[in-house]
């Protein structure tokens, strides 16, 4: 056959293809339409702050190479279609395949043989105002740009006026994509991130701003409210646009290789996924099922209580334990994230070290077990991709047996995050270096599990590897991505095998479901907005929910605390904030997990009750005892929904088009007092579904996302019930009940979040039970 193209059957497939535009009819009727690939020769600046704190991509220079125009077909069977010819009709050559894989999937290939005529020599850096040396090796300094030369292919598609984008992992300002131009780049989130006036003086202070698409997550997954999913194979840097009315695309970015000679070829991978009956909730069973892997559930042991962050050496450890037991808080385990040992940092404080091996002065090992068996605990601990530089065992062995990522001299490549030590990162595209990381570093050390082949530890955090340096020798800025997942995978490698043990992961990409028992939305800051606090978290959840993240948690108490008195950057944790968080991840917390914050645990326990409320303290230990018992009680329900997130791929925590998606209403403003986010500094997250989100199908919640100035006991939140059908949402703390549409202001005292369940629900018994257990307390 010759174009244009009509008809062409691929299976149960259509499609249509004429020079410059693509038709593609799945069976279930579902019609994509994209113009002809397009390829760009672009110079890009990147900007590494604060080493990972926030990066930054600009394009200097851009070339349009032109659109492929196709002029043949050179393959047309039942199962492909690939057509060629050239970037504006006469330029180079391209291709364009398509290959379908059943009823519900078509794989796609864009391909272009770029000549290799760089604008730059491959990668050049400038360094900023405050980069060193040491040793030979160039770490990367404050505020460090790079250039370098990249071959961009770009794929687009044509969208309806009322068509809803959602996906791209986490996003933690909103969840309609539409408008919106984002990075598919893993990264630090940033502080502040759009809060002002924070950000700007943020910012300023060490460019830690981030912005509202800074995101720890890389997943280049993109589902339509019309039944259809446009996912990139591609690990670089992908940039999705979605501004244009009408037109949506993503670019792909090829770090040039310098190359003198010679044409190289690039190629734009992936597929178009149509679910069988059109609906979102279909497409992410589909997603799961096809492309990022399926999510299972955690030891039972999670459901059992408090997991508290705690820290300060073992005495200090025993001491907050003894106190909440003494206070009847069900406790599930002890997290403590300074098991290796800390150091002074000036202008921080102590700082754990980045051995990861057992400080024994401050935790001894028998100690370890004597508290696990005396509390009924599991001990958990924390690691990172990152060995301080020094003396310390394990960084020496990795240095002398090479497994440290290196720069262009072949030399390690060491690195400072603000004040921190040096650091050097394990090359995990290294193969011996990722057996020994998940052998030696993870089992041995981590988990303790070597010595008699039963783990000491039975949980850790999996933190950081969402910045593979970009200076690092070969195409760094291509693999950068894949780390994410390669961490992931050493953590699950080092596991596996373990009875009762869970990791959760900071970071990841598109496949990272398959391999992380669990995630965790990272940091967030010590206050309630959708900017970057508490509120961001839950928009992340629900975001990161339409591709594949289904089961993870956040911080309860957050973890950003600042004091920086030249900027007036302050962050305190109070009573208010730390239980607000404890209400809303009663709900959304697959691990009911506190952090100590990032100014820890102060030895002395009156200051550390007035600048970074704890669990403990004496003006918040009832509610942490009341809301972990209602964490508890509603762990059936929970189960329920793990195994949703096994069969099905649906996350627990639930935006309102996966669960009502012919309500128009979650892209509504809410009736919040405007002035609320103008006060606050963060005008993100006012609309319904921004603000309120479904547990499962069966229970909806309305967080607190503000402080009230009447005081927290006479906060009223606005909560939008739709449609019941054959049942009621009845309100938990009172028992009313509303059949719905409606839309009206609900009381929330402190410790008593507002949450309505469905009482056609077969948990509504569980429910009610719950709900007047915990009133009369």
């Not at 190289?264 to 990022?292: H, I, M, Y």
């Amino acid at each position: 056959p010759s174009l244009p193209l009509r008809g062409h059957a691929l299976g149960q497939w259509h499609v249509d293809a004429w020079h410059e535009e693509l038709r593609v009819s799945s069976p279930a009727g579902v019609e994509w339409v994209s113009p002809a690939p397009a390829a760009f020769a672009r110079v890009r600046s990147f900007a590494e702050r604060m080493t990972g704190f926030y990066t930054e991509h600009k394009v200097l220079r851009s070339d349009f190479l032109g659109q492929c125009q196709l002029a043949r077909v050179e393959q047309a069977d039942a199962r492909t279609l690939a057509m060629a010819g050239r970037l504006g009709g006469d330029g180079q050559a391209c291709r364009v395949e398509l290959a379908v894989d059943g009823a519900q999937q078509m794989r796609f290939v864009a391909r272009v043989a770029m000549r290799q005529a760089p604008l730059l020599p491959g990668m050049v850096s400038a360094p900023g105002g405050r980069a060193f040396s040491l040793n030979g090796s160039e770490p990367i300094g404050w505020g460090e740009r790079h250039k370098y030369a990249s071959a961009e292919l770009a794929w687009s598609w044509r969208v309806q006026p009322r068509e809803r984008i959602v996906g791209g992992g986490e996003q933690y300002s909103y969840v309609n994509l539409a408008g919106r131009r984002l990075r598919i780049w893993a990264s630090d989130n940033g502080i502040g991130r759009g809060w002002q006036d924070f950000s700007s003086k943020s910012e300023f202070a060490g460019g830690l701003a981030g912005d509202e698409t800074t995101t720890y997550s890389a997943v280049p997954a993109f589902l339509s409210s019309r039944g259809y999913a446009v996912v990139l194979d591609n690990p670089e840097l992908v940039v999705a646009d979605f501004e244009q009315p009408g037109l949506a695309s993503t670019t792909v970015s090829f770090q040039h290789t310098g190359v003198p000679a010679g044409e190289q070829d690039f190629a734009l991978t992936g597929r178009l996924l149509v679910s069988a009956d059109a609906s979102l909730r279909g497409l992410v069973s589909l997603l799961t099922a096809a492309v990022t892997g399926r999510m299972h559930a955690p030891p039972e042991w999670t459901q059992t209580g408090l997991v508290v962050g705690t820290e300060g050496g073992h005495l200090h450890v025993a001491r907050h334990l003894e106190i909440l037991s003494a206070h009847n808080v069900s406790l599930a385990g002890a997290w403590i994230q300074d098991w290796s040992g800390v150091q002074t940092v000036p202008g921080r404080g102590d700082q754990v070290v980045w051995n990861w091996q057992l400080d024994e002065t401050m935790y001894p090992k028998q100690w370890l077990r004597d508290v696990a068996l005396e509390h009924k605990v599991k001990v958990l601990t924390y690691v990172n991709d990152r060995l301080t530089v020094g003396t310390h065992n394990v960084y020496a062995e990795a240095e002398r047996r090479g497994f440290l990522v290196k720069n262009s001299s072949g030399l390690p490549l060491l690195r400072r995050q603000g004040q921190t030590p040096l650091f050097g990162t394990v090359d995990l595209f290294n193969r011996s270096a990722f057996e020994w990381w998940s052998n030696t570093v993870v089992r041995c050390n981590v988990l303790m599990a070597c010595d008699d082949g039963v783990p000491l530890v039975h949980g850790f955090m999996n933190d950081y590897a969402d910045d593979f340096p970009v200076t690092a020798a070969g195409h760094a800025m291509d693999v950068h991505n894949r780390y994410t997942a390669l961490f992931t995978a050493a953590a699950a490698q080092g596991a596996r095998g373990l009875e009762d043990v869970l990791f959760f992961s900071r970071s990841g990409n598109l496949t990272s479901p398959s391999l992380a028992p669990m995630f965790w939305l990272g940091d967030q800051n010590t206050n309630l907005d959708a900017c970057d606090g508490v509120q961001s978290a839950v928009i992340a959840m629900m975001s990161s929910g339409f591709t594949g993240w289904s089961i993870t948690h956040a911080d309860i108490g957050a973890f950003t605390e600042m004091l920086m008195k030249p900027w007036d950057l302050q962050l305190v944790r109070t009573d208010s904030m730390l239980v607000r968080s404890m209400e809303v991840s009663v709900f959304t917390n697959a691990l009911f997990r506190s952090h100590p914050g990032l100014v820890g645990v102060l030895k002395d326990p009156d200051m550390l009750c007035r600048v970074n409320v704890q669990p403990w303290c004496p003006r918040v230990i009832q509610h942490t005892r009341d809301l972990t018992t209602l964490f508890v009680r509603l762990a059936p329900y929970r189960k329920a929904l793990f195994e949703e997130a096994e069969k099905h791929g649906w996350p627990l925590v639930r935006h309102g088009l996966l669960v009502r998606p012919e309500d128009p209403a979650w892209f509504n403003a809410t009736k919040n007092d405007p002035e609320v986010y103008t006060r606050s500094g963060c005008e993100a997250g006012n609309e319904i579904g921004l603000s309120q989100f479904f547990w499962g199908d069966d229970i909806i919640v309305a967080p607190v996302v503000f402080e009230d100035p009447a005081g927290p006991n006479k906060t009223r939140v606005w909560a939008y019930l739709p449609d019941g059908g054959s049942g009621a949402w009845e309100h938990c703390w009172t028992s009313r009940q509303e059949t719905g549409p409606s839309y009206s202001s609900w009381p929330a005292p402190l410790g008593q979040p507002a949450f309505f369940f469905h009482t056609g629900s077969r948990f509504a018994s569980l429910f009610r039970t719950a709900c007047r257990a915990s009133s009369s307390r």
